[in-house]
Structure formats: structure tokens, C-alpha cells
């Protein structure tokens, strides 16, 4: 599919959701990545308004830079667009520390993206708006990288059914930032910096193969990294009686 016909077509699906459940208000994370970069400009194409909220929780100061950079650029570029900027770091490091029984790395981590996922949906009741998701098709269906009830509780997804390089093709068409584009991905979830690449241990490139090729060198590692998170990706168990 051609890069505009695909921008064109999830801008009018934005649009359409949203006339059809009366929703006027689009609240979307700005991270300093590609994906939320994205996902805001189709958004914003919209016309309907758009609420970018920016959330740092002891970030590196290159990475916010990079998501306040974007928002300047999304106000400059439409009329619709009201941006929120709140610093999460004290009450998150005051949750860090009411935790301390239970230091998890890795669980901490995950509860930075479910503090910014509670933000977004108080700014959403405020304005009756929609939580926007930004994941795509590898991350959301693919190898489940994203927090459960953090970055995957949304009420849309528009960029999901997009490849990770299909979300790169947009932003050239969009002209979104350079420095944005060709940024490392990551979820800013670690104080050390470390990419996707460095979690996953793969490129996106490297997965999207592997996950329409069974016949890729990087097929069984693909395949282990989804396993340990399919319970992300597949409806909660229930148990039902008949």
C-alpha cells in the first residue's frame, strides 16, 4: 500500500470513530519517538483536537527533549493542538519508595507506563476524549512489547496494523523531525537508556522478516520472545461454566 493512501485512509478511520461515538478530544502520550510522532500528526490531520501530553518520569533529557521538540513542531504545523506537559518524576519515585518491600526492576519499569497510562485518562475524562494508542503491528501482535495496562491500555490504535518501517515511511511523508526518525527506538522506560534493540535483541527490521518468513535465521528467536508474551496479546482466561 502506498504511504499516502495509508495515511490518508487512518486519518478518516480517527475521524469516523470518533464522529460515530460523539468524541471531539484525541489524548496521545508524546514520548520522543517515532510511533507517538506519528500517531499525533494523523491525529492532528484529523481536525478534530488533539491533547499531546508529554509525562518525563526521570528521563533522559535528550529524549524529552525530543518529544517537547515534536509538540512545538505539531502546534506550528496545526491549529487544533493543546498541549499538557507534567512531570511524573516525585510521584512516581514517591510509588518507588512506598514499593521498596518489592524491588523489581523490571516491575517498576512497567508501572512508569501505567502511571503515565492513569494521567492520560484523567486528562481524557476531563476533556470526554479518546486515550489514543501508539503501538504497531510487530509490537502490539508481534513479539508483545508494551506494558500491559500501561502503553496497551488505550481506547484507539490506529498505527496497529502498520509495520514498524510502515510507521518510518509515514513520518518521511509527514516530515516529521529528523532527529525523531532516525532516533534508536526505545520506551524510556530505563534510566540507563536502553533501546528496544537492547531488550528485544533484535532489530524491527530483523523481526518483521522473521515474522513472515518461516524460513528466517531469526524465526525461533522471534517465536521465543512471543511466547513469553502472548498472555498479552490473547483475550484474559476466564473461567466459564456451562
Not at 114 to 126: D, E, G, K, N, S
Request: hydrophobic share 35%; charged share 25%.
Amino acid at each position: 500500500m502506498l504511504t499516502k493512501n495509508r495515511i490518508e485512509i487512518i486519518t478518516k478511520w480517527i475521524f469516523d470513530y470518533c464522529k460515530e461515538n460523539n468524541k471531539s478530544h484525541l489524548i496521545i502520550g508524546i514520548s520522543g519517538g517515532i510511533d507517538s510522532a506519528v500517531t499525533s500528526a494523523l491525529c492532528a490531520k484529523t481536525g478534530l483536537k488533539v491533547v499531546p501530553v508529554s509525562m518525563p518520569i526521570l528521563q533522559h533529557k535528550k529524549l524529552h527533549n525530543r518529544s517537547l521538540a515534536h509538540i512545538y513542531w505539531l502546534k506550528n504545523k496545526f491549529s487544533n493542538i493543546e498541549n499538557f506537559t507534567t512531570d511524573l518524576s516525585e510521584v512516581f519515585t514517591v510509588f518507588k519508595n512506598t514499593m521498596k518491600e518489592f524491588p523489581s526492576e523490571h516491575g517498576l519499569a512497567n508501572s512508569q507506563a501505567r502511571l503515565r497510562m492513569t494521567t492520560l485518562y484523567q486528562v481524557a475524562a476531563f476533556y470526554d476524549g479518546l486515550v489514543v494508542g501508539t503501538g504497531n503491528k510487530v509490537e502490539d501482535f508481534g513479539i508483545g512489547f508494551y506494558t500491559k495496562y500501561g502503553d496497551g491500555g488505550v481506547d484507539i490504535s490506529p498505527i496497529a496494523d502498520c509495520l514498524k518501517t510502515d510507521v518510518w515511511d509515514m513520518g518521511k511523508e509527514l516530515d516529521i523531525l529528523q532527529d525523531i526518525i532516525n532516533a534508536d527506538p526505545t520506551d524510556g522506560l530505563w534510566e540507563d537508556g536502553r533501546t528496544d534493540q537492547d531488550q528485544v535483541g533484535l532489530k524491527y527490521e530483523e523481526i518483521e522478516e522473521a515474522m513472515m518468513n518461516e524460513k528466517s535465521r531469526n524465526r525461533d528467536k522471534y517465536l521465543d520472545i512471543r511466547k513469553k508474551s502472548i498472555h498479552k496479546m490473547v483475550p484474559i482466561p476466564i473461567c466459564k461454566f456451562d
